[in-house]
């Protein structure tokens, strides 16, 4: 069950508010690298947790953490609309500056929201919950957790130069921060679990059997006319423990040419297809 | 450049066509855990990669794979749709077993292919785009590659599963092992690179400077009735190498009490908001 | 700021698990009469809250239920999966029952979220925040509210219609008393605010120099051979209090025939356009 | 069966066209607030009445006027966009002005339309479906109609105010005008039916047997720090006249802590998991 | 402007209702093949039409017989829906031919819309106006309204194969009869202009100074093994009359190895790209 | 099976880099009208071909091409991004050229990708695959692929008079080229089958029975007030050889007027409703 409380989790100020910059601010709201993914996507993790409970916690616990970032984001985003024109006054057209601002919006702060922030990205895209991973695999959960992480702490990095508001730098370099644990507590789970060596191959439960095995350890160049280039991955140990490394180069197809025939009779197709 | 030669990646045989199985056989091809995604997540990756040139070969070879990995999977939904009905008999409403099939088709199969593989998932909804994950961070995108392919296995291994036809579990149990390897190629990436203690945080190029560092290891324990829960997160040195983890509980709202005041003129609000 | 406690708002018991009513729960977690949609648009307009600051405290209340009612209604979507299939048999395929059990449930979830619940409707699709509604303007958001409740416990009877499971009965009794509960509170914010005839029409801030009014108070009826339908907005004192209802029937048209010329050279038309 | 006639049914002006002005209507045309939502709105419930077949006649009259709006708006859209740049000029890289209409457009009324209207938001958003609330229960469908024609008129107050343009502003002063009667029509449905006392709950069938009325008239107050914000909906008769609202603070979760124990073999779950 | 008439454009008969069935033709009217999409296709070309007004009121008179099919469909579906179940009844589970009545629904036909049409196709998955094509270019549009009533009227034929209603194979048989002249009227434009060897290349207007010509008429042979497929393409005088077919096998890449070279310092990537 | 060499189909050379051009470029690979859709579209086209298999060799081939298309592009996206800002510099707030680029600039090319292509429209408006049309009737098929072609050449052709880049200017030339190819080659395949009047109606394999002929060859004149534009589709010859053109004006109605009665009990719907 969830609680409120009234204050934000994090301060928020802006010293020059800046319609353009709540656009780009709506990409760590509603987009892909956004808060309501990750608040969305621990959330559904945890309601899915089977195992030892634990990791049910730590996932809702995190999921909370988020939709309190959600909160504060919202708030940095109204606050930068402050003063945003929404009214056209007769020498705006001739005046590059208003334009260039209006250029810059999204001219849905004014049209749809009144000044606040939006479930969309800085395209003023809306979020859209396919992008909540959540398989029942913890494993492939938590890489999940760590890839969301890692596009968020690069999205929050980047808005951060892209701002010179002393007041937005700083609630900035608290995402970044939070990102940083968010990203190693996601990893710390699968090292406690004995690390990429047990984790992998995900899912590790998978039988053997059920694995054409001759075909999972070599990297397959498909180019023409490049090497393969040469890596951790292209020979030694696979990092499961279980082989090693190889390279097939040039690839042989493996199956057949493929054909289906004709068409059938009252499928839809043309009579010249039948 | 692309080229394309006549034989599939691997051969593809359908003992007893299926049209439900058909129907879950879409997900490997555009659920999000599919290859559409990672066919053009690779791409993507491989067009906008910068550094060291090697990694963008790594990239788009492996994207061609999975355009392959496209191509055998479509050859094989149009083989389990052999045989479905596509005309109504007089005595189908009153037969389970007909009204069970067609139940448990995608009528599209019928109605919009024409007994072909779509850009769809399981549910029969179309794939979407914004699932191409490329930052322009080289670790940021292996952990979403490797996270694609974690769930990519999962899917296949579920798939597996749910077949008693031997072709199927064989064309799977090569998906199955490819999956291994490219979940393996894209970690063994970052840990040429130093492993995860040089790679984190991701970006590891922010300046830290920008970072509110106080906030960047704690857990933070969001829930009013329970314990913190133990583990490699919550004591022990930081997975990037650089602090110890520690736990905040319960945690203090850092910010203040959000208030936007009244609506300005013009805006679109109610009078008594103004 | 959030917080969490470990217990759900509401028991959940499942007698006995139905993976077809478990796929039909999903519209009350993702579809447009869900909870997602109810808790992410209170909490968006609750952020954007400008004028008496108690609307904001009621809004993020409860956003901050709703939140809890995800997590109850995805646990019960866990608990209808609890023996679902997960391998097929070598009898299935002539099993009817087992067969239309499959065919009732969304295959996603076995494929993808391992027999747990996801932010889908019971089609599947999943739930995209361009339904969340928060305008700015208190009468349009409280009119929104209204309906999103309106529609959710429509929604939460006719799932209680759906299913003779005890548990799930019990449960939804619960989601259409709290509906119950937020249709009116939203409505009773308008009524505290001097009610329809005080908030109408929205928004109320319009100054009537901007409205055309000879347009405002007439039925249009479009049809060339129905009578207009008789009723309150046909004839009486509008519901703002300022003006008659009236009918104007048949319409005539107000503007010119529309023409664009030609087309510029240089837009890609064909020459024969231009 | 729908008709056509040539003429407009409301005049449009053009004083100076606008490309920047032409994206904002957008919103009117392709948003969630504009025209086709309603037109589309209105033609689905009418397809689905059933009852008072007069109902049923003012929803398909309304979606024809509805329909009427498009095509006027998207005339509108295409005059604004005459004189708009269709190619590069040398000096248009140092010419501030030319880039700020530029950045301020859409692209795609240059790339993918030809200079007029789509049927995409003010962001260029393709409108969706999925916002057509249809529910087969009157009630909810007016309070989802007096909804959107309240965001409708929101915005038209809002693009009103962002022009200069005197036909511009003749135009939107007649859809102020139009919304304005939508809105009340929809809610006179209510009133004629017995007003909200009788409406309420929505929908007003579902036996008092299906609902822990216990549950259905306290506002919860789930805020850790912040008193009951006191109103029309936390204490007095319940808007059906049927209880007296009352308010619980804080709450006390009804539920169990959920668990769901260990992962199924062969459900695609980490080893450790099971 | 638009009018209504009360009755429909063709008589709507469902002898035996049947849900499953109602979702199927739910494809004719949200799917990418159906009746929205043309009605409001033809509603923006019209909207957009430039040149001859003749083909602006050709495209709007369509437009408007278009709505007239939405509607008369949505009838067909409410009626297949009359007698599907609302409620569980005891012996369902148990109850093969029920349960396959059930997995065969679009849930929401139950849930959502109260047993009447909806704006999605037979998957569920809402209509999208992404999907409607208006260029400007008369040609491209003809083309992809000879398109759209192509895969209409293999739409229309499958769905006539699907039922065994006579009224229902009735109303398809109209279906298909109007979208062979729909089909037909499209490419007549085309060649009312001079046929295509006028009209392409699309646009036509586009000056020959702007195409490398040399790369505008042969095929390429991408295939590594496979001869090219001979045919009208292959060589023989170009469609539009201007040169000769020929075959370029196996192409040869005409650009660079592409680099993008190192990351910029500040734009989010690693260290190590830098 | 796909292969890949490492030079671009085509030389890619941006003389000088421009982000609004980026933002342009982005609709020829993720738009409606570019490369993502017709690879996609040739590839699902060829995955379902039945009949003479030189039709999905045609297919594949062209695909394959199309992905190299996508490459290229992709690159030129990239290298107009170079140089855009990455940092708020502490002037740029009053310097409206500066404002303008960013204005003018999808700010996910810095905030999500990097400075790098992504899957998007120039919107920003992710592709999404419900537009890879694939019917399985070859005829249908053709026009689609036409209508992409189309729609893509009069898309290369703005694109080319957008910008003022030689190197740009010269890629497009190619693409320009390369679409009319494309357009004729799938034109090319229905002459080659007899031409439009063997092929039509699409599906040519429709029996007679199945289709009331009496509706097939009038064109409907819904206007009330319009003549009916005379051209090659309303008298004469029909273009499939069968009959001849004629019209019909005004329409009758040949249905009922819909009634749908009362709502079922249990159905959710209003008291009054039943």
Known sequence: MFHHSSKLQYHVKVDKPDPQFAKY???????????????MQYMFQAMGARGDAKYRDLLMM??????????????????????????AQEEAAKDPIVNAI?????????????????????????????HIYATGNLAADMTANAMAEGSGRVLA???????????????????????????????????ELGGMEAALPI??????????????????????????????????????GKAEFSVVSPPEPLGQKPDLGKARKHSGAQKEQM
Chains 1, 2, 3, 4, 5, 6 share one sequence.
Do not use: C
């Not at 995190?62 to 009214?87: C, Q, Y």
């Not at 951060?160 to 996601?186: C, E, V």
């Open 102 to 130: 209006m250029g810059g919006m999204n001219p849905r702060h004014v049209l749809s929201s009144g000044l606040s922030a939006m479930p969309v990205d800085s395209s003023g895209v809306p979020f859209d919950m396919s």
């Open 157 to 191: 990095s980047r808005l951060y130069n892209m701002t010179d508001d002393q007041g937005m730098k700083d609630m900035l370099s608290f995402l970044i921060a939070r990102d940083t644990m968010h990203q190693q507590q996601w990893l710390a789970v699968i090292e």
């Open 203 to 240: 899912p590790n439960s998978t039988p053997e059997s059920h694995e054409a095995t001759n075909h999972s350890y070599y990297f397959l160049n498909t180019s023409l006319d490049e090497d393969t280039p040469e890596g951790r991955w292209s020979k030694g140990k696979s990092l499961d």
């Open 62 to 87: 995190t999921a909370t953490e988020e939709l309190s970032h959600i909160e504060f984001l919202g708030h940095a985003v109204a606050l930068n609309l402050e003063g945003a024109p929404v009214t």
């Open 25 to 39: 601010l709506q990409q760590a709201i509603g987009g892909v690298e956004g808060e309501i993914r990750v608040a």
